[in-house]
């Protein structure tokens, strides 16, 4: 099997097992496809990937190459962004709970947008940018009350989340847009919702720029951004079925277009955060089988990483496919329940894989792993955290080494009484 024309059985002779492996050119092309079907609408567009996905130097500078914007959560994807020499202008920082210090380090940064999630964060920064010698864009966290779920949307009152200020609460955002205008280096520009992620259903995405649109029309500001988050699907098995991107990008500008007429609002600029669909199917864990053992009711594959390097199986059910590198044109004859070597039941990647026969040293390569399967890795059991490689044409890049047991301790301090 072959990722961007590189043999994984050449990637785990170089690099070893287990391994995060990406293909570089399906990044390249979702955020050109996204960057491709906003550019033909009339409006300034901006497509501002969501880095909690994955988020490492390298991902931030195809980022970069690729001209699109970073949206950035915590100091340290600040740091990140700011160390792989990303143009800073073009980071959005997000975050309901940004430190004091977070905060003064994004505009030493010269963050180019902050995403104000609730009163006390709009008085902060309003006083730590008194000084500072550039303006900073500010968009305000609304919550539509719209929660979007997998497979599903709900719309519910919402009241409760930890994320924006409800607009429901009119007079509130009309005070933080005040205390954000009283400050010279602010500019109010707008408002950001975000319904969820891994959402399905092109109708969420309506009611979500709907809401937001009848609410800026009775606010009496003038507006001239939206940005409406990301949450666009991606495929994880055969029963996820996304909202094609160019379906997408039409949906949410149509969308605006009309509340546009309908209100006579002046939005000039619209932006979207996409972050699974940009880097969820490019990116496979590959494995090596290890023991192999049959129970009454199971016949188990254990591969040597597991919850530790994608803990999205035993936090939410998510489910995923797998090949075995060489047999993925023969017949599957069995069904597996591939599992970790975690200390921990729960430790499962596939419950149900219907593969052909497996042998220990088969590769075993779980597709679309590549959105928060590395960002959200754990050290569980003082396991090592995982190369990943990049891979192009033919070509194979290694932009994170793995970890080595003198990595797992080289932070610790001997007890010293
Ligand atoms: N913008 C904001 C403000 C967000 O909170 C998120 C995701 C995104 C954009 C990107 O959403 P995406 O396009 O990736 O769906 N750990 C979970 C996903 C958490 C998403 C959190 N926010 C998972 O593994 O499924």
């Keep these: 099997m072959k990722i961007s024309n590189v043999e994984v ?27 491709n079907c906003l550019k033909s609408s009339e409006f300034e567009c901006d497509v501002i990937y969501a880095s909690k996905a ?44 940004k430190s004091m210090d ?11 947008t902050i995403i104000v999630d609730n009163l006390m964060e709009a008085q902060l920064l309003s006083e730590l940018a008194k000084n500072i ?36 609460k009119k007079s509130g955002i009309l005070e933080l847009i005040q205390i954000i205008n009283a400050c010279p280096n602010l500019s109010f520009d707008g408002f950001h919702a975000h319904i969820g992620s891994q959402i399905f259903d092109k109708e969420a995405f309506v009611q979500e720029v709907n809401k937001v649109c009848e609410f800026v029309s009775n606010l009496g500001v003038d507006v001239s951004t939206l940005n409406f988050g990301g949450g666009f699907g991606a495929v994880y098995t055969d029963e996820d079925t996304p909202i094609p991107v160019d379906i997408v990008c039409d949906t949410l500008i149509e969308a605006v277009k009309c509340n546009i007429e309908k209100y006579a609002l002046n939005i000039n600029k619209i932006c979207i955060e996409p972050g699974r669909s940009i880097v969820a199917e490019a990116g496979s864990t590959v494995y090596t089988v290890g023991f192999m053992k049959e129970t009454p009711h199971k016949n188990y594959i254990f591969v040597d990483g597991g919850m530790s390097d994608n803990i999205r199986p035993a936090l939410y059910q998510a489910k995923y496919s797998c090949v075995i590198d060489g047999k993925e044109n023969e017949m599957a004859s069995k069904h597996y329940k591939v599992a970790g070597k975690c200390c921990e039941s729960g430790d499962v990647i596939i419950e149900d894989a219907y593969l052909p026969e497996a042998k220990p040293n088969d590769l075993l390569v779980v ?11 754990s050290h569980y059991n003082k396991a090592c955290g995982l190369p990943v490689i990049f891979c192009k044409d033919g070509n194979s890049q290694c932009v994170i080494r793995g970890e080595n047991y003198e990595d797992l301790i080289r932070l610790e301090n001997d007890l010293c009484a």
Excluded at 9 to 18: A, E, I
């Design 54 to 97: 994955f988020n490492c130097k390298a991902m931030i500078q195809l980022v970069s190459k690729m001209d699109c914007s970073l949206d950035a959560v915590s100091g340290g994807e600040l740091y990140t962004a700011y160390a792989a020499g990303f143009d800073m202008a073009r980071v959005y920082f997000h975050g309901n709970n």
């Design 102 to 112: 977070e905060l003064k380090m994004a505009l030493k940064y010269k963050v180019g």
């Design 367 to 377: 597709k679309t792993t590549g959105a928060y399967g590395y960002s959200m890795a």
């Design 9 to 35: 059985k050449d990637l785990v002779n170089t690099y070893g097992s287990p391994l995060y492996v990406y293909n570089q050119r399906m990044i390249e092309d979702k955020l050109n496809a996204f960057k």
């Design 133 to 168: 010698d550039y303006t900073v864009s500010i968009l305000l966290r609304v919550n539509p009350g719209i929660e979007a779920h997998t497979h599903e949307y709900i719309v519910t009152a919402n009241i409760d989340s930890k994320f924006g200020i409800s607009i429901e």
